[in-house]
C-alpha cells in the first residue's frame, strides 16, 4: 500500500490531520502592519492518489503577452523538490525584484497575490511571472480574515479576485492562501481551490534580519515543502535571503518547481476542495 493511501485512510479513520510536520515550527502569515498571526487550520478529509501525465511544452501568444507551458517530468522522475511561494504582492518594486533572483538563478515560484494589489501597473509584472514560468495563486481579494466572514462575503471576495487573475493572465488561479493562514469549514465549503499554507520564517516583520530568514528557511527544508516568503513593498531583506537560500539549495540538489508541479511531482490529483491546508505535499 503506497504511503498516500495510507495517510487516505488515516484521514477517514481519524477525521482530522495535519500535513505541516516538515523541520520545525509552522509558518505565520502576516504583514508588517498587520502582526497578528492566527491558525485555525481543520483538516478533515485527504488527497487520493493518482499519477498524472506529463504535459507537452508549448509556446502560447495571449494578446498581451507570451508564456511557455510547463514541462513536467513523469512524477518519478523527479528528485527532492521544493515550492518556493510569495504572498502579498503584486507591486511594481518587490516582485519585480524578486522576479530578477529568480530568473538570475533559473528557477520558478508561485506568486499568491492580494486582488486589491492588481491594477494597470502590476497586471504587467504577474504577466512577467507567468512568462518566467511561475505561477499565480490567490491570496484573497482583501486579505481580511476570511474565517469570520459571511457566505455571501467569502464568494464575492473570492469571485473577484478570481476574475482579475483571469483578466491578468488568462487563467483562474489553482491554489489559495487564506490570508494569516485563517481558515474554517465555510471557507473549505465555498471557495473551490486547493488550500496552501508552508514553512515561514517570519520575514513579513522587519525586526528579523536576512541572516535569521535565510537560517530560519534552510532548516525548514524538506522534500515536498512549501516555503512561505513575502514580496510585499519594501520587503528587501527577503530580496537578499533568496540570493542565499537559492544556490544554497540547488548545491544540495533541490528542484524548485511551482505549487502545481509540486503536486504533480508527488503524484497527487489537484482536489479542489479537498479539507487540507497543505504545508507540505506527502511523499
Ligand atoms: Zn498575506
Given at each position: ?8 485512510i488515516?484521514?477517514?479513520v481519524s ?17 508588517p502592519?498587520?502582526s ?15 499519477t ?7 509556446e502560447v501568444?495571449t494578446t ?12 518519478e ?9 510569495f504572498d502579498d ?10 522576479l ?19 491594477n494597470?501597473d ?13 505561477e ?17 462575503e467569502i ?12 483578466d ?24 473551490n ?39 510585499a513593498?519594501?520587503?528587501s ?12 539549495l540547488q548545491k ?10 509540486l ?5 497527487i490529483?489537484?482536489l ?12
Amino acid at each position: 500500500m503506497s504511503k498516500i493511501k495510507k495517510l487516505f485512510i488515516l484521514a477517514l479513520v481519524s477525521g482530522m490531520f495535519s500535513l505541516t510536520a516538515c523541520g520545525t515550527g509552522d509558518s505565520s502569515d502576516s504583514t508588517p502592519t498587520e502582526s497578528t498571526a492566527e491558525s485555525t487550520t481543520s483538516t478533515e478529509s485527504a488527497a487520493e492518489t493518482t499519477t498524472s501525465t506529463a504535459t507537452e511544452t508549448q509556446e502560447v501568444t495571449t494578446t498581451q503577452f507570451t508564456y511557455t507551458t510547463q514541462e513536467w517530468k513523469e512524477p518519478e522522475e523527479y528528485g527532492k523538490v521544493i515550492a518556493l511561494t510569495f504572498d502579498d504582492g503584486p507591486n511594481t518594486t518587490t516582485t519585480n525584484e524578486v522576479l530578477d533572483v529568480l530568473k538570475e538563478f533559473d528557477v520558478k515560484g508561485t506568486f499568491f497575490v492580494i486582488g486589491n494589489n492588481i491594477n494597470a501597473d502590476t497586471v504587467p509584472v504577474m504577466q512577467r511571472a507567468v512568462s518566467q514560468g511561475c505561477e499565480i495563486g490567490s491570496h484573497s481579494m482583501t486579505h481580511d480574515y476570511m474565517n469570520s466572514m459571511t457566505e455571501e462575503e467569502i464568494t464575492a471576495d473570492t469571485e473577484q479576485v478570481n476574475q482579475l487573475i483571469k483578466d491578468a493572465i488568462g487563467t483562474e488561479p489553482k491554489f489559495f492562501r487564506p490570508p494569516y493562514i485563517a481558515t474554517s469549514g465555510r471557507m473549505y465549503r465555498l471557495i473551490n481551490m486547493m488550500f496552501i499554507a508552508g514553512f515561514g520564517c517570519d520575514d513579513w516583520d522587519p525586526n528579523v534580519d536576512v541572516e535569521t530568514r535565510v537560517a530560519k528557511t534552510l532548516e525548514q527544508c524538506c522534500d515536498g515543502a512549501i516555503i512561505l516568503l513575502h514580496d510585499a513593498q519594501g520587503n528587501s531583506q527577503t530580496v537578499e535571503a533568496l540570493r542565499q537560500i537559492i544556490p544554497e539549495l540547488q548545491k544540495q540538489g533541490y528542484e524548485f518547481v511551482t505549487v502545481s508541479e509540486l503536486f504533480h511531482a508527488k503524484g497527487i490529483q489537484y482536489l479542489p476542495g479537498v479539507k487540507i491546508t497543505f504545508s507540505k505535499v506527502p511523499q
